[in-house]
């Protein structure tokens, strides 16, 4: 039963999964902004690090995989679109990626 | 565990978001060159009426998403079969306040 | 041609076990013949069905080494592996005796999706003239050919970890009736399957369609019931 589009629904769940714990701690650090702006600042500095950096390309990743994902599942379901998805569903992977990788040489 | 009504909340929230998050990634991908800083954020977003709704448009779709989300997950992945509207509705309106007090700290 | 060793799962619901058999390999030997081998020369008390050995009843369907097959229509040199076979009860279903799992729940499921004929016209009045090229009609078509086997049932994780899901088989089954103009209920069917346990809650991932063994793409079906009472929604709204 592992097939593609298996694969593709289990890392649409898993990185909606994450960015769904994700979201509490970004809106946390967001709001230091008024609360605490050198609280903020110093929060803001972490993110100077290498391994902090890759962890910003993953949150990279993993949002742009769930839209492109999302996309595709949709177009699948409310347009009726099913040849090719398993194309569609690497692109999309591809495509996250992508975008991750542009992120982080940006970032670097 | 989704009826016909939550189905068509998680896709219209899904639709909103989907300009929102390709230009978020887009933003990211742009402000990120040079480091982030407190002063760089605020000057993008404070006192920007284009930010606020945008970012609190955002936080409202994002939260029925993931409250919806998350109780599929409870569902099937923790086994929960009562109290799922309490899940679904609590992450969403707990994301929604924290997420609405981030727009205004840096609006 | 040798040897095969053959692990069946046994036992009642309550009581699990797996037991090994050797059985000999035959050229162009199926599954099936595998467990009636089995059942003939090693222990009578084994419990399994089939009945058409055709791919025509879909009573034979089990689960072999990890995969829902129609057993009747799997070639042994296909699926073996090392020369190894596991042979278990379908999966997603409560198991009686053996490879004999209950299939209630699955039919159940067909009355509850309303996936049943419901006549619009009455025995003295003509027949509908239905072309077959009508768009309904080839959409209801692809789908009619479902043996009830529950494979595609066995196959879904969204079964699994929602029992109360409809599953691929009976939802198809709705869709095919959505779509055939001789069907007198077709709201209400729609109705039927947007419920708890309705079409929302698949999820795309496609094993049904994957391995159904007639072809047949209950995912595609599937969509097709989202995308109906989408509108249908958003007609009322
Ligand atoms: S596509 Fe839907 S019905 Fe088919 S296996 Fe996946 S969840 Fe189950
Ligand atoms: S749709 Fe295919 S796999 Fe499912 S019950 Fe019908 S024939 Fe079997
Ligand atoms: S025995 Fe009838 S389908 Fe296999």
Known sequence: MRRPLWFAFLLHRVSGLLLALF???????????????????????????????????????????????????????????????????AGAVALSLGAATLFLLRAI | MLNARLFLLQRLSALVMAPLVLGHLALMIYAIQGGLSVGEILGRTQGSWFW???????????????????????????????GLDAVTWGVAVGLGLLGLSAVLAVT | MGTLIVNVARGDATERRSERFEVPAYESQTVLDVVSWIQQNADPTLSYRFACRVGMCGSCAMMVNGVPRWTCRTHV?????????QIAPLRNLPVIKDLVVDMDPFFDKWVAAKAVHHPSRGRAEPMAEIAPDEP?????????????????????????????????????RAWTLVNDAKDGARDAILDAVSGQGGCHNCHSMGSCTTHCPNDLDPLSAIAGLKRETMRKALRRA
């Open chain 1, 23 to 89: 979201l509490p701690v970004h809106f946390w650090v967001l709001s230091l902004a008024v609360r605490d702006a050198d609280a903020l600042e110093s929060f803001l500095s972490l993110t100077e690090r290498p391994l902090v950096k890759l962890a910003e390309m993953g949150l990279v990743f993993l949002l742009a995989v769930h839209i492109f994902g999302g996309l595709r599942l949709m177009a699948l379901e409310l347009l009726g679109w099913s040849s090719g998805q398993k194309t569609a569903a």
């Open chain 2, 52 to 82: 606020g709704l945008y970012y609190g448009l955002f936080v409202l779709a994002v939260s029925v998403h993931a409250g919806i989300g998350l109780r599929v997950i409870a569902h099937e992945w923790l086994g929960l079969r009562r």
């Open chain 3, 77 to 85: 040199q296909k699926v073996a592996k090392g020369g190894a076979l």
């Open chain 3, 136 to 172: 309904g009609r080839v959409t209801a078509s692809a789908g009619i050919e479902c043996i009830n086997c529950a494979i595609c049932y066995a196959a879904c994780d969204t079964v699994s970890g929602s029992p109360d899901y409809l599953g691929p088989a009976a939802l198809q």
